[in-house]
């Protein structure tokens, strides 16, 4: 159809090359809008994965997809995938180091286990514990997180120069403040000196704090720690080159309390932010008491 006409296109009006091929004029409107729009939806897809990927810059083609879906996109992780694998988008991670940050030798008293098996079904049932280093260009520094473990978000963090008691005491308290203590809360960590010593494990007792501590050598007992870490070298440090402890503080500062907490889709939390998460099933939370007052009632 197409051909035909544009051969008459400078002679004859629209409307009557149409009539001569039997075609409506709705057809031909039809026919070239739809190249266009596809164009146009193309650009807009690939305008929005790259706008993801500036700022997510560890994302693969799965959490783009789903962070698509979260905005009214509907489209196949498939095309993502070929998209970003044709723009270079999809990330390639660098190696990093590895330094112990782990001291279980020591005389302080090893608490048991308490969360091996557990089924973690509310927020604050189990805070968990743990420690890395952070590269910097001339030295190393370490930081310590508190996360809850049922929503992943990371509820208090130090950075320090020193791998010592006072680097988990002020992640811990960061986390006092901003939560509130519930009824049976668990604490779960390594067997480290930071998390022994008595100062720590004193600051727990009197907030009613129970003690959890890993087995010896079996890291998967605080596999969610484990994760944090590895997303927060990956997604953050790896892909920076700090010069100061200053420098790296606000830019991890910016990481955990902006991006991870409140941007970066998590999929064991149905691709949503912690923070979403945790409004979620706190709206759960008062639907279902509301409705056991109305069944009383």
């Known amino acids: 159809m197409k051909p035909m006409i544009k051969q008459e296109m400078t002679s004859l009006p629209i409307e009557r090359k149409c009539e001569l091929v039997s075609v409506p004029r709705s057809s031909y409107y039809r026919y070239n809008r739809e190249p266009q729009r596809a164009d ?111 929503s992943r978000r990371a509820i208090g963090w130090a950075l320090q120069r020193h791998l010592d008691v006072s680097l988990s005491l002020n992640a811990l308290r960061t986390a006092l403040r901003t939560r509130t203590v519930a009824p049976g809360l668990i604490h779960h960590s390594d067997r480290g000196v930071q998390y022994a010593a008595t100062e720590y494990t004193d600051l727990l007792k009197e907030n009613n704090i129970t003690i959890s501590m890993s087995r010896s050598g079996n890291p998967y007992d605080n596999a969610k720690a484990e994760s944090f870490m590895k997303t927060l070298k990956h997604e953050e440090v790896l892909i920076n080159e700090y010069e100061t402890i200053d420098e790296a503080r606000q830019s991890i500062a910016h990481f955990i309390d902006v991006v991870y907490n409140r941007k970066r889709l998590h999929s064991s939390l149905g691709y949503l932010p912690p923070v979403d998460f945790e409004s979620v099933q706190l709206t759960k939370n008062i639907s279902t008491l509301m409705d056991q007052n109305c069944v009383s009632f």
């Open 40 to 150: 146009q939806e193309k650009d807009q897809v690939y305008s929005q994965v790259e706008e993801i990927c500036s700022e997510m810059h560890r994302y693969g083609y799965r959490r783009v997809t789903a962070e698509l879906h979260r905005q009214g996109l509907k489209v196949n992780h498939k095309r993502i995938l070929a998209l970003m694998r044709r723009n270079n988008l999809l990330c390639r991670r660098k190696k990093k180091f590895r330094i112990a940050t782990t001291d279980s030798k020591h005389a302080y008293r090893i608490y048991p286990n308490l969360v091996k098996d557990m089924e973690i079904t509310r927020i604050d049932q189990v805070w968990i514990a743990d420690i890395t280093y952070i590269r910097l260009r001339v030295e190393f520094v370490y930081l310590a997180v508190v996360l809850d473990a049922f």
